[in-house]
């Protein structure tokens, strides 16, 4: 069934640049209910994640936003000319999980988790937006005290921080390598 | 910190550390597999199967220290990060053989705060291969915010320059250029307004303009000029970014894809 309002909605995600919110949404078309733009933003994901269709609307970062479907990757690489799309090093991933998993923290903290000076690190995950500074300790020197950013969420495809993976996931994993190794 | 440390932009490869290889003459260490000192400690916990809680202190200092005499490559700022952990285990071992009055209670044990940190550690490490596995799958999912990065692309981040830079280079074409300039000038008029569009068009058409190619090519020192101010002026008002992948490498102008964009994410 297409509602209008569901066709409002997929037009407001498609000029949106980033995540896109109920409450933006609800904004935008006056006086309809929560619960009804919700019901078409779900018909929405449901209907572009169903074969047939190149992008998708995804629920990322507390919103929702138009993606292109993971099976075409490389014909869209070719379009840009771009050979692979870069992941982080290992030591910036570790240094953005002691983040992810310990904020507000500071330098002298995170390096301290990973037995590693991260200041180089820092500078880069900054540059890369997926960190911010959001104040100064109140402690000796006053350092920097820094937190995840949006920019995030929308990288690794989470919604909030609770989606991280959670402790229980983190000791199944352990628990798996322990037995791989013995 | 050393580049092997920085973020720099990795290939898609897997990145468990790599065992040390074997040979007759013992065997060869790579310090740099390991993310740290920690990351050393925990390969070798794992590697004897010693329960982390645990942890007989001599044995693993010993297998440390030859783990340090084995290395490869010598690099002071990290070497220190791992010689501490060294003077760690050897104060804990310190620790232990004191004698104490009374017995040790549980909350004594002077191994408890590396065991701490040994623990946090690993719990960090895993959490790591379960965010690579979210990150490589929202890599393939492309989103409409995505600016595609520069072309030949090194494993050095391109710098965005000021326009100083931009500048200085001119200069030093100009100056260049003024040696082998003999001719007369001709009287052609150049206007800014005309140059601007000719620049964005070009721009659009090639996407990327080499900054010395262009002025090369610029037939007087006037349009030269001219040129240069439209391209400081794109840059000034962010239409256009420029870009040097190294120091001293050309300089190639770019048309912006956010140039429209006014929340600019600084």
């Known amino acids: ?182 | 910190m050393t580049a092997a440390d920085a973020i720099s932009l990795e290939q898609a490869t897997d990145d468990t550390p790599a065992l040390p290889a074997e040979t007759p003459e013992g065997y060869q260490v790579r310090l740099d597999v390991f993310e740290g000192p920690l990351d050393l400690l925990l390969f070798l916990i794992r590697k004897k199967k010693i329960d982390i809680h645990d942890i007989p202190i001599a044995a693993i200092t010993r297998d440390y220290l030859d783990y340090l005499d084995h290395k490869t490559e010598i690099n002071l700022d990290r070497e220190a990060e791992f010689l501490f952990v060294a003077a760690l285990l050897i104060y804990i071992k310190s620790q232990m053989l004191l004698p104490r009055e009374t017995d040790m209670a549980e909350h004594e044990d002077p191994r408890q705060v590396l065991v701490n940190r040994l623990i946090e550690y690993e719990k960090i490490k895993a959490a790591c291969s379960l965010l690579r596995e979210r990150e490589d799958g929202q890599i393939l999912q492309w989103k409409r915010n995505f600016i595609p990065p520069l072309h030949g692309e090194s494993e050095l981040e391109p710098v965005e320059l000021s326009l100083f830079d931009l500048a200085e280079s001119f200069f030093l074409m100009m100056k260049r250029r003024s040696a082998d300039e003999t001719r007369t000038i001709r009287g052609r008029d150049v206007s800014v307004e005309v140059k601007m569009k000719e620049l964005v068009g070009l721009l659009r058409e090639r996407r990327m303009i080499d900054f010395l190619e262009y002025f090369e090519a610029n037939a007087s020192l006037e349009e030269a000029l001219v040129s240069f101010f439209c391209i400081l002026e794109l840059v000034k008002s962010r239409v256009a970014v420029a870009v040097q992948d190294e120091l001293f490498q050309t300089i190639r102008v770019w048309l912006r894809k956010d140039a429209h964009r006014t929340d600019h994410h600084e």
């Open chain 1, 1 to 182: 069934m297409n509602s209008p309002l569901k066709n409002i909605v997929e037009s407001l995600i498609f000029v949106s640049q980033e995540p896109l919110t109920l409450e933006r949404i609800q904004a935008v078309v006056e006086g309809v209910p929560a619960a009804d733009i919700q019901a078409a933003v779900d018909e929405l994901v449901a209907d572009t994640a169903a074969d047939g269709r190149g992008i998708q609307v995804v629920h990322v970062g507390g919103g929702w936003l138009f993606s292109t479907k993971p099976a075409f990757d490389r014909e869209i690489r070719r379009l840009l000319q771009i050979e692979r799309k870069n992941r982080l090093s290992s030591a910036g991933l570790e240094t953005l999980a002691a983040i992810a998993y310990r904020q507000p923290v500071t330098q002298a903290e995170i390096s301290g988790i990973r037995g590693v000076d991260s200041t180089s690190s820092l500078k880069t995950l900054l540059e890369k937006s997926l960190i911010k500074i959001v104040g100064r300790k109140k402690a000796p020197g006053s350092p920097l005290v820094y937190r995840t950013s949006d920019e995030f969420l929308l990288y690794l495809g989470l919604n909030s921080l609770d989606e991280l993976p959670s402790e229980e996931e983190i000791a199944k994993i352990l628990q798996e390598e322990k037995a791989a190794d013995a």
